[in-house]
């Protein structure tokens, strides 16, 4: 088939790389348009726009898809279906209708769940077991287009964002590309999706990753995972922000033998303890505002730590 490939992130550059190398031919590429980057904060084009570049396919850039400039391309490249995989804006009735096969969108949850901006966040966050991507052709309603298949994946114990996240990039990418043989062949039919089962998972901003030292430490656990590594999950220590990495709940073995308050530190033998509403967790790495990245344990020897010292 004659594909318009959308996408913006690295996340979709495993689909985009499986479609390049396809039976099916790549006529251009829909990307967000250049955004600051960098300590300089220069114009830099998206991962997609850089591959598509290096590949020799054009790229679009619209600031909104209904611009009648982009539209009027997109008409005369004629594809026959538009695979998307986090573009980023929504697409309006007009350009949907331009493929004779639509736009078949690869979205990183088991849907009906999880539908919106970060399902990948969401499932980390709710504490899910097993999640995977979908494919289903877009339609005017959030993610609630028919399916045409999915792939499950498990979610290990200490998985961030990131890393389920790549994961699913690659798997999902198969699946996109299997999706697009058996819509050609006209062996695939998309289905309804389930009327139960929905749920929604809106971006999380900068003030839903701030920890809070009451909640329980499984909470609080998910809550650093799943905002690893954007927005980035933080706390404040004597006034400043501290980012925080990935934690882990202390367990029978490795737990203090006096009790700690939320959000008090106490150095111990496997690094630094931090105390929550239930058991305590062990720091992992931790930034403080403007500097590097480092070990909480060299953090705290830095600082040089006192009784009543607490994270806030």
Known sequence: MRLVFAGTPATALPSLDRLLESKHEVLAVVTRPDAPAGRGRRLTPSPVAQRAAEAGVEVLKPA?????????????????????????????????????????????????????????????????????????????????????????????ATDTTGELLDRLAVSGATLLEATLDGIESGDLEARPQPTEGVSIAPKLNPEDARVAWTDPAAHIDRLVRACTPAPGAWTTFRGTRLKLGPVRPAGSTDAPAAPLAPGELRPGKHGVLAGTGTTPVWLGEVQPQGKRAMAAADWMRGVQHTDGDRLE
């Not at 026959?80 to 007009?94: H, R, S, T």
């Not at 999880?114 to 990948?120: D, E, F, I, K, T």
């Open 64 to 156: 909104k898809v209904r611009e009648p400039e982009f539209l009027d391309r997109l008409r005369a490249l004629a594809p026959d279906c538009c695979p998307v995989v986090a573009y980023g804006a929504l697409l309006p009735q007009v350009a949907l209708d331009i493929p004779a096969h639509g736009w078949v969108n690869l979205h990183f949850s088991l849907l009906p769940a999880w539908r919106g901006a970060a399902p990948v966040q969401r499932a980390l966050l709710h504490g899910d077991e097993v999640t995977g991507a979908t494919t289903f052709r877009i339609v005017k309603e959030l993610d609630a287009g028919p399916v045409f298949g999915v792939v499950t994946e498990a979610v290990r």
